[in-house]
């Protein structure tokens, strides 16, 4: 049989477009994502002005203004709260209740998780207790903290590491026990001890489970301290949105809840950079919570 | 044949699965069969008929219900780690890199990190994947990933390697040129084979002798003689004489189980 193929005439190689045409095509991508770039700006932008606009000349309409303050008197009592500097203690005091929970749930739910699923049936046991806790509303118990354990700082660092506990165990559990069954295997052919799988393959694929969950608790952590501080306590950020909304002061409320707001924007925006410099190849990982 | 000089027996086996809420089912009936040292043998059959369960069987995975299963001719008892183990997923560590996972088999077999590292890299040139030792799976190819995830199991030179549907999952272009690799590396040190797979060119191409399985329950229907020339072509093996009698031989083979599979579920 004879081939029946043709090569097409192409344009001689002095004309060839190609060099040009991906140029081209390399500037329209750029002006398109600078065009795209700055519509979300402006529509950022404009739609936070508008909320603002809106709470300081609008919503005394809707809602009695005495309870609602406005954003330049808010503005300005943040200014007078960071000027007199009782602020960066409220801040520090609710920070390291906040921390400290963290530390101590957080280890506290890596070294559960890991010791129960080193066992399946340890797993089963306790998992109908694990699910009662932690359908608990757990802020229902900050009282009884509080009764428990006083005015001091402790009831704040319990709630706090309680809140992370739960999600961090879960997802190191989780994480632990869907390791992918094939590459277990595989190791175990390669001559893998069980000592050998659980470090260089358990743990570190339930790594990015493991890091994204403790990333989100901090902003549970601070949860945690704020709203006990609320319930009773003598300094920190719940204890000052708490005081001033007994004393009607309006703007300090909203000035302590910016405020709260900044602080936990901030510790997620570290964690974050610390989760992508310590998983270079991972994507972050599914977080059940 | 004497006893001794078999690389792989496997002698009346069979293996009863229990599923949980379910009837027993026999994947494995009165199979047996024996591959020489530095044979490549392909099990071909209809999806579901027990050639995975074999391969797991040799690996120690998995143990029989009855018969005996043996390797140099001691039985197997627990994971043998004497063979080399090639799934169909790749089964890469996603969080090293192509050079940390072609190294683990040696690592977890406690070989020096110097050699490790001399020995990994000779393979990793061998199939053309140098410049990427330092590229994490999800950066490379299927082909690269599957290249990888052979020469890591290779490396360590086993006696046997089973291989499961290893190109199973590539586009056909790749899957040839893979199959020319396996050949080369094969013709290497030339370790006994067992290599599942559905594709009948495929097992004519790589093997010496193709068992064709009966499925539900697995059993051995026809041992066939693959006595086409080594070295072989992957690319022309439809060419060489006699390749289209085995192929047709094989598919009617097969056709008749798969309908029958068919039918019974």
Redesign the interface.
């Known amino acids: 049989m004879t081939l029946l193929a043709t090569t097409p005439n192409g344009t001689p190689h002095g004309l060839d477009r190609g060099a040009e045409v991906l140029a081209e095509a390399g500037a329209a991508q750029r002006r398109r994502r600078r065009r795209e770039r700055t519509v979300r700006w402006a529509g950022t932008v404009g739609l936070g002005a508008a909320i603002l606009l809106f709470w300081q000349f609008g919503l005394e309409y809707l809602v009695n203004p005495r309870y609602v303050s406005d954003p330049l008197s808010v503005a300005g009592r943040m200014g007078e709260l960071a000027a007199d500097g009782a602020i960066l203690t409220h801040v520090g005091v609710t920070l390291g209740e906040a921390g400290l929970g963290f530390l101590i749930g957080a280890s506290a739910g890596l070294a559960s998780a890991f010791a129960l699923a080193q066992t399946r049936r340890g797993y089963e046991v306790f998992e109908p207790f694990l699910v009662g806790f932690y359908s608990i509303p757990k802020i229902a118990l900050a009282p009884l903290f509080i009764m428990w354990f006083g005015l001091g700082s402790t009831p704040k660092v319990i709630m706090a590491a309680l809140l992370v506990y739960f999600i961090v165990f879960v997802n190191t559990a989780t994480g632990i026990r869907e390791v ?1 069954p ?2 277990l ?8 001890r069980r000592r ?1 799988l659980v470090g ?2 358990v743990l ?2 339930a ?1 990015p489970a493991v890091v994204a969950s403790i990333r989100i608790t901090f902003t549970r952590a601070i949860e945690g301290a704020v709203l006990s501080e609320f319930v009773a306590s003598t300094q920190g950020l719940g204890y000052l949105v708490a005081r001033a909304s007994r004393a009607f002061d309006i703007a300090t409320v909203f000035a302590g809840i910016v405020i709260i707001a900044v602080v936990v924007m901030a510790a997620n925006a570290v964690l974050r950079l610390a989760e992508t410099r310590l ?1 270079p ?2 994507h972050g990982g599914r977080v059940h919570g | 044949m004497q006893q001794t000089t078999e690389s792989v027996r496997f002698d009346h086996v069979y293996k009863a699965f229990v599923a949980r809420g379910s009837e027993p089912v026999l994947a494995l009936r009165d199979v047996t069969f024996q591959a020489r040292p530095g044979e490549f043998v392909s099990l071909v059959g209809p999806s579901g008929c027990g050639k995975s369960t074999c391969l797991n069987l040799l ?3 998995d143990s029989p219900s009855d018969g005996t299963v043996a390797h140099d001719g001691d039985p197997v008892h627990g ?3 004497s ?3 090639i ?1 169909q ?1 790749d ?1 890469l ?3 090293r890199s192509l050079r940390g996972n072609v190294e ?2 040696m690592e ?2 406690g070989v020096p990190r110097r050699e490790r590292r001399d020995r990994a890299q000779e393979f990793i040139e061998l199939v053309g994947l140098a410049g990427f030792e330092e590229h ?1 799976p ?1 950066q490379l190819s299927g082909g690269m990933r599957k290249r990888a995830g052979i020469i890591r199991t290779l490396v360590y030179d086993s006696g046997v390697v089973l291989m499961d549907e290893p190109f199973g999952p590539l586009d056909a272009q790749t899957r040839v040129i893979l199959q020319a690799e396996l050949l080369r590396l094969w013709e290497r040190s030339r370790p006994t084979v067992l290599f599942v797979t559905h594709d009948l060119v495929e097992a004519i191409a790589l093997s010496d002798r193709i068992l064709v399985f009966t499925g539900n329950p697995g059993t051995i229907k026809r041992d066939y003689r693959v006595d086409l020339p080594r070295p072989r072509d992957p690319f022309h093996i439809h060419e060489t004489p006699g390749f289209g009698e085995l192929h047709d031989a094989l598919w009617s083979d097969i056709r008749v189980e798969i309908e029958h599979a068919r039918g019974v579920s």
């Open positions: 992918n094939g590459l295997r595989v190791c175990r052919v390669f001559g893998a050998d260089k393959v570190p694929a790594a998983l190849g991972h | 690996a120690g995975l994971v043998n780690t063979v080399g183990y799934t997923e089964n560590l996603p969080w683990l088999s977890l077999r994490y999800h």
